[in-house]
């Protein structure tokens, strides 16, 4: 069975400042990846995906992740943090024909 | 526009008596899920269903069920609610598996 850890359960970025929110996957095949948002008092909206191909992939807001196999990792990033990004962050992890795996997420604050 | 929509959102009841959220999507997607959300858990998969007639357990499905009578729809009900189900639950639908989820904005139960 897949599983995911997010190590971080907080992370506090000054405003401009860059961001790396960290994710790691257990799962014996390639996996699909996932890194999906959280405002609050809403549901969550999908960032972006890996599937196969390029290892480093774009998402919507300006965020970024890359694929290391070699480490298991699946770590988010974005150059420049903006206010409206503090929200919670989960990486999920899902199998061929099987349902998504979720870390426990991190919330991210953003300090002017 | 399609979307997902969960009802009631917020609902307090007592311990013992029977409680359905509604889950309602336009997507016309076949596969369907129930997630709850707790602090410090993140996001754990209750039930879901892959189709019309189709459901499955998810990690923590004691206490919980559901019936896919249509493509639209996928209640989910507490039998007999108890405090341990206070939580916040999201219904989620997708086109394939695994696949981007969509989720709804989430209904916050209360059970004294």
């Given at each position: 069975a897949q599983s995911v850890t997010q190590p971080d359960i907080h992370i506090t970025v000054s405003e401009g400042a860059s961001l790396e929110l960290r994710c790691n996957y257990s799962y014996g095949a390639t996996p699909y990846l996932f890194w999906y948002v959280q405002s609050p008092g809403q549901g969550l909206q999908l960032l972006l995906k890996y599937f196969s191909g390029d290892t480093l992939v774009q998402g919507i807001k300006g965020f970024e992740a890359e694929f290391k196999r070699s480490q298991s990792s699946f770590n988010l990033r974005k150059p420049s943090v903006h206010w409206s990004d503090a929200a919670e962050y989960f990486c999920a992890v899902g199998a061929r024909y099987s349902t998504l795996t979720f870390g426990k997420g991190t919330m991210l604050l953003v300090s002017p | 526009d399609a979307e997902i929509t969960q009802s009631p959102r917020h609902k307090i009841t007592e311990t013992g008596r029977q409680v359905t959220l509604a889950c309602h999507q336009t997507?016309?997607?076949n596969n369907m899920f129930w997630y709850r959300q707790d602090l410090g858990h993140g996001l754990r998969l209750i039930h879901y269903s892959y189709g019309v007639q189709d459901t499955n357990k998810g990690?923590?499905?004691?206490g919980y069920s559901v019936s896919r009578s249509n493509t639209e729809d996928l209640p989910l009900t507490l039998e007999s609610a108890a405090s341990s189900q206070t939580s916040v639950y999201f219904c989620a639908s997708s086109e394939t598996i695994p696949g981007e989820l969509f989720f709804g904005e989430g209904s916050r139960l209360t059970v004294l």
């Amino acid at each position: 069975a897949q599983s995911v850890t997010q190590p971080d359960i907080h992370i506090t970025v000054s405003e401009g400042a860059s961001l790396e929110l960290r994710c790691n996957y257990s799962y014996g095949a390639t996996p699909y990846l996932f890194w999906y948002v959280q405002s609050p008092g809403q549901g969550l909206q999908l960032l972006l995906k890996y599937f196969s191909g390029d290892t480093l992939v774009q998402g919507i807001k300006g965020f970024e992740a890359e694929f290391k196999r070699s480490q298991s990792s699946f770590n988010l990033r974005k150059p420049s943090v903006h206010w409206s990004d503090a929200a919670e962050y989960f990486c999920a992890v899902g199998a061929r024909y099987s349902t998504l795996t979720f870390g426990k997420g991190t919330m991210l604050l953003v300090s002017p | 526009d399609a979307e997902i929509t969960q009802s009631p959102r917020h609902k307090i009841t007592e311990t013992g008596r029977q409680v359905t959220l509604a889950c309602h999507q336009t997507w016309n997607h076949n596969n369907m899920f129930w997630y709850r959300q707790d602090l410090g858990h993140g996001l754990r998969l209750i039930h879901y269903s892959y189709g019309v007639q189709d459901t499955n357990k998810g990690e923590v499905s004691d206490g919980y069920s559901v019936s896919r009578s249509n493509t639209e729809d996928l209640p989910l009900t507490l039998e007999s609610a108890a405090s341990s189900q206070t939580s916040v639950y999201f219904c989620a639908s997708s086109e394939t598996i695994p696949g981007e989820l969509f989720f709804g904005e989430g209904s916050r139960l209360t059970v004294l």
